[in-house]
């Protein structure tokens, strides 16, 4: 196993890493909305989180050597289910003609108190 790191992505706010490589695959944790030169929030809009999410998953993909064609899985965790078109919208621009499979919940309450966090798994093989 291959621990994935990048200044280019928000250093982990836990005890965990952005990323495992384990054989073919890519296992990337949970992505917030932080901006990763200041750690700080990019928002308060549902939106704009879910584009730095995105950016982030981006960031530690290209680390692995993997881009966004690569995923086959996303999970995405949401504070309010009533954003999910808004999420879907963003989503759509980052994933076109690639489409991996994916999840998404509402939950009661997310790190730092964002409005969404993106997981991603992408396979190299």
Avoid at 20 to 37: D, L, M, R
Avoid at 86 to 115: I, M, W
């Amino acid at each position: 196993m291959k621990v994935i790191h990048t200044d280019k992505a928000p250093a982990a706010v836990g005890p965990y890493v952005q990323a495992i490589e384990a054989g073919n695959f890519v296992y990337v944790s949970g992505q917030i909305p932080f901006v990763p030169e200041t750690m700080t929030k990019v928002s308060e809009d549902v939106s704009a989180q879910t584009k730095q999410s995105l950016e982030n998953v981006k960031a530690v993909l290209e680390a692995a050597g993997c881009t966004l064609n690569n995923v086959v899985r996303c999970g995405i965790y949401i504070k309010d289910m009533n954003d999910f078109a808004k999420v879907n919208e963003v989503y759509g621009q980052y994933f076109t003609t690639h489409k991996p499979a994916r999840s998404c919940v509402e939950v009661a309450r997310l790190p730092k108190d964002v409005l969404v966090e993106i997981e991603a798994i992408a396979y190299k093989g």
